[in-house]
């Protein structure tokens, strides 16, 4: 046991800081990329490869966050007295054992290594050696057990997916597209790219990503010629690609609402919710930057991001007139009634995000049912000021990162029920079908 400590904690780093961060996003209720962005930029931090396993280990335990515990609580003494920080260093070696298939010996000597830089005593190696000696005896047998229960043992057990959550999906759905919900997201995502398709082809642009990246997996996604999917590709937002703006990473889903809008060179065109300016760079080479373009955000610091964004993306060009405006789309805003009105808008509204529990896994442990409720008023009244400043025969799209028909339909449906707007497609992206966020993307008409 103490040569199997020694060893291991010259070794470890990854599992350390894999828990340091978990502890961080459940007890902030942090998002888990701001968390790994501070801990993994810290100069000297660690070598891209052991980055890559902390990154893995953060996303991969809060996305099986449950089942990982149904396995703990099966073989731990007394389970239901564990501690925090016990917890989370079990539920790291049970990933490594479950979902990356390292041998059990080789799990407890990584958390035995995480457990020594918290506790010099050794009492959490010793816990932490009896109990994933017994995970790793029967986890599959186990992990059989927790598939073959009641549908809603299933999802909340198996695909860790909270039970509030999983029996609105056993109404709304019925258990198999449920179940097929829950196990694609309990999947690792692809990186989604955009291509600047008014700069390069996908094709050239996968070329050079190959180049940078050998071993990744780049694919091409039918129907969607501004898309690419990767797989194994690292950290995309550094290469030269990303830095030129030839490329931006995106969800497929999220690239849905600026295709939708299909805002023409010459418009004005408004980005209601603007965020750090990901749409806004995209609706700006779908004008082949031509036109009027006005990004808001309530967040001031978001928008002073978009600077980066006009050198990345050769926004800084005579025929594109670019504004930010920091400020609530919902309250009183002189500044941008100056442009109102509108040819189109894009409008992406705040949410719960449920349609993202992949990407931001976090957010399966953070959200309750009630925040839906508290989501809803704000979605609603952002999508009417919004219709007030489209011109007659302008065009808008509602767009929301969530499958849930009260952030998506029910608030289209109450926008139309007030009159003045007709819908001319809507459609909702999901995990199962469509192998992307949960993300539901509406055009709407002015009379």
Known sequence: MASRSRAASRTLVPQQLAVQALRSIDREAAFSNRVLGELLERPGAMEPGARALVTALVYGVLRHRARLDAHIDAVAHDAARLGELPRWLLRVGAYEIIELHRSADNAIDHTIAASLAFDPSRRLAKLAHAVLERVGAGATQRDEALAAGAPLDVLARRYSVPRWLAGRWLKQLGAERALRRAAALAEVPSVDLRVDLSRIDAEAARARLLEERPHARIEAVEGQPQALRVHGGGDLFFGALHDE???????????????????????????????????????????????ELVAVDIDAKKLAQHDRLIDRGRLDVETLQLHAIAGDLCGELPELDA??????????????????????????????????????????????????????????VYAVCSAEPDEGEQRVHEALDRGGLELEHARTWTPEDDATEGFFVARLRRN
């Open 245 to 291: 703006g030839l490329v931006s990473v995106q969800g497929l889903a999220a690239q849905q609402p600026a295709i939708e809008l299909a805002p023409r060179p010459g418009e004005r065109v408004l980005d209601a919710c603007a965020g750090l300016g990901v749409k806004t760079l995209q609706l700006a080479e779908l004008m082949t930057r031509e036109g």
């Open 339 to 396: 442009y109102t009105p509108f040819d189109a808008i894009v409008l992406d509204v705040p949410c719960t995000g449920l349609g993202n529990l992949a990407r931001h896994p976090e957010i399966r442990w953070h959200r309750r049912y009630e925040d839906l409720a508290a989501a809803t008023p704000t979605q609603s009244q952002l999508l009417a000021r919004a219709c007030d400043r489209l011109r007659p025969g302008g065009r808008l």
